[in-house]
């Protein structure tokens, strides 16, 4: 076994000398308290490490240790409805979000392990060999270890089992027994294997209006919501985990203020899941760092979010993932590599920042599983630029890598506006594959009506810089139009309130109907201006408050009241163009 002896500590990382048998990457536990480090530096006889846990107390001489193996976690189905720290150990409950040093204890608790396989049967890497019931009847699949196979020689019967006790003997091909547990290791740093990646066709349904309708993500994708300080990062995640048609959550807290995350950990429990109505914990994995837990840990934590969301993929699941900060973690990288004393690039931070968010992001992916299921990994990660200046180093690397980006505003959030994506700086590259699923679920419409209001955005910025100067009424009865168009778009259709019972979330359904209705709202507010109408005379109608207040009021059981609002819409605005063109007529012939 290697062995190395600290010859000088600075915060999380140590310097120590060696007998140069360590590997890059590999895994340590350092002194009698077994603290977990990973090498991340060799240098002949020098290797350096960044210890995982708090390094207060050690002294050089301290005897140093590796594992011979890469950080790895244990996964398994004793994951689901449970919280962690960075390293997938066990957090106590909401109020102790610590745990103790050292390597990590075994997840105790006994789970119900049903077979699925017999005596005799071959297994491939991936392959489904039992089931275990969790909470609420949801049923995890056992897999075997993606770089195992062979022949089942024995497996244990129907009963409570530890997770990580042995359940199953496999003999490969070499004649090796092999025993295999309901949970396995696996290198947080190395993507799982799967038999084929492809391009998502679907979108991850968010609920949210303004992402699904103008800036939707693939199932299967990966999106960046970039924001200021407090511009609705968190509570936008939140929504988007309770809201968005995932199997399976997996919620990182990565570096936020521990009383944040406080928030997150004591909420999330009493959660009701709107799919089942059950609590919402039962479909997810919390994975938390606060920025008082050590530094290094925060960035491996976004390893082990990604792996554990794979490991559900690989059962045929689809896996939402949510990582809020990047930056923080990133701001974990810097500081590590800052210790060590690597050449800081741009903004400080390491010239691997780019490649290390790439790692990151590119594990997203729609698969077919090793066992021949379908599942996928969507990320969604939101980034704090320090002052919201998107041009800084991990927005702009982001951005190479995602292609969903939500930008979160200021001024909308100081208006009050949320979610307070800002449509202009927004963008979706896969949009226009998503046509076919929208005019299968109900609307299709959709691509010219996203055009339309995407339009109707982009000229209300420029109109409204032009009406700064002139005087808002000194513009063209048309393009005082396109304003108030404009306006109804946002208030009627992207205003939405993650804190409202009845609105917080929007079914594709339900948006669709609010799509059409303003869709054709703007129709007949063109008629009517055409007429002689003016804008007051359209505000003036019952209808346009109730239009305005349509997501307040109307929820998703009443879908039927869209089709009666639009039908008041057409009557009004109607009887208004009607009662118009009398007047014209009447002013002609006289
Ligand atoms: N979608 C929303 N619906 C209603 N209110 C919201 C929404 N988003 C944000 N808010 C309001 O804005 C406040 C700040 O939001 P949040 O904590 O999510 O910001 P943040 O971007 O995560 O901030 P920080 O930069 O501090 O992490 C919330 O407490 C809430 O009052
Ligand atoms: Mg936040």
């Known amino acids: 076994m290697s062995e190395a002896r600290i010859r000088w500590i600075s915060g999380p990382v140590l310097r120590a000398t060696t007998d140069g048998r360590f590997a890059l990457r590999e895994a340590v536990e350092v002194g009698p308290q077994r603290l977990l480090g990973e090498v991340v530096s060799l240098d002949g006889e020098e ?18 240790v590796g594992t011979g193996q890469p950080l790895a976690i244990r996964v398994g189905p004793g994951l689901l409805g449970n919280m962690f720290d960075g390293l997938l150990r066990p957090l106590a409950g909401s109020s102790s979000a610590f745990v103790t040093p050292g390597v990590a204890p075994a997840r105790t608790g006994m789970l119900p392990f049903r077979p699925k396989v017999a005596k005799g049967d071959r297994l491939a890497r991936g392959a489904i060999f039992g089931e275990v019931e969790g909470a609420g009847g949801r049923v995890q699949r056992c897999l075997v270890p993606p770089d195992r196979e062979g022949e089942v020689v024995t497996v244990a019967p129907a009963g409570s089992y530890a997770e990580d006790a042995a359940v199953l003997a496999l003999r490969d091909d070499a004649g090796a027994t092999h025993e295999v547990a309901m949970s396995h290791l696996w290198a947080v740093r190395v993507p799982r294997p799967v038999r ?10 968010t609920s ?4 699904d309708c103008l800036f939707p993500v693939a199932q299967g994708g990966k999106a960046a919501i970039p924001g200021g300080f407090g511009t609705g990062k968190t ?21 936020e203020r521990g009383n944040e995350m406080a928030g997150v950990l004591e909420e999330f429990p009493e959660l009701t899941d709107p799919r089942s109505g059950r609590p919402l914990m039962e479909r997810t994995v919390i994975i938390a760092n606060t920025s008082n837990m050590p530094v290094a840990a925060r960035e491996a934590s976004i390893y082990s979010a990604v792996t554990v969301a794979e490991y559900f993929r690989d059962q045929g699941q689809h896996v939402a993932l949510m990582a809020d900060s990047t930056s923080r973690w990133a701001e974990a990288l810097r500081e590590v590599s800052g210790r060590f004393g690597e050449l800081p690039g741009e903004g400080g931070y390491p010239a691997y920042l780019s490649s290390r968010l790439a790692d990151f992001y590119e594990r997203a992916a729609v698969v077919e599983t090793l066992a021949g299921a379908t599942g996928s990994v969507t990320v969604m990660g939101a980034i704090s630029p320090p002052s919201g200046d998107f041009s800084e180093p991990v927005t702009s690397h982001t951005k190479r890598y995602v ?31 998503f046509a076919e699923w929208w005019a299968a679920n109900g609307n299709p419409e959709w691509v010219a009506l996203r055009r339309k209001f995407l339009t109707l955005l982009d000229d209300q910025a420029r109109l409204e810089r032009m009406a700064r100067i002139i005087g808002k009424d000194a513009l063209p009865l048309r393009q005082q139009l396109t304003l108030f168009c404009a306006e109804l778009v946002n208030e009627a259709f992207l205003r939405q309130s993650a804190l409202s019972p009845i609105d917080r979330a929007a079914s594709p359904a339900r948006q669709s109907a609010m799509m059409r209705l303003i869709g054709r709202y703007t129709e007949l507010a ?3 201006v055409n007429a002689g109408a003016r804008l007051e005379d359209l505000a ?8 305005l207040r349509m997501g307040e009021e109307i929820g998703e059981e009443d879908l039927e009241k869209f089709g009666a609002l639009a039908a008041a819409v ?19 012939a006289g």
């Open 47 to 64: 290797v350096i490490i960044q210890v995982y846990e708090d390094t207060t107390g050690l002294k050089p001489g301290v005897v140093i």
């Open 196 to 205: 084929l990646r492809r391009p998502g066709a679907k979108p991850l349904v």
């Open 208 to 211: 949210q209006r303004i992402l």
């Open 403 to 433: 292609k969903a980006f939500w930008a979160l505003d200021v001024r909308r959030a100081q208006a009050r506006f949320y979610p307070a994506v800002n449509p202009l700086l927004s963008y979706a590259e896969d949009a226009h594959v």
């Open 570 to 588: 057409e009557r009004e605005i109607g009887a208004l163009v009607q009662e118009k063109e009398k007047r014209n007529a009447a002013t002609t």
């Open 235 to 255: 509570v936008l995640l939140e929504a988007l985990a309770k809201g968005c048609d995932a199997d399976v959550i997996v919620y990182l807290g990565c570096g």
């Open 526 to 528: 063109e008629s009517a």
């Open 540 to 547: 003036a109608l019952p209808s346009y408050r109730q239009v």
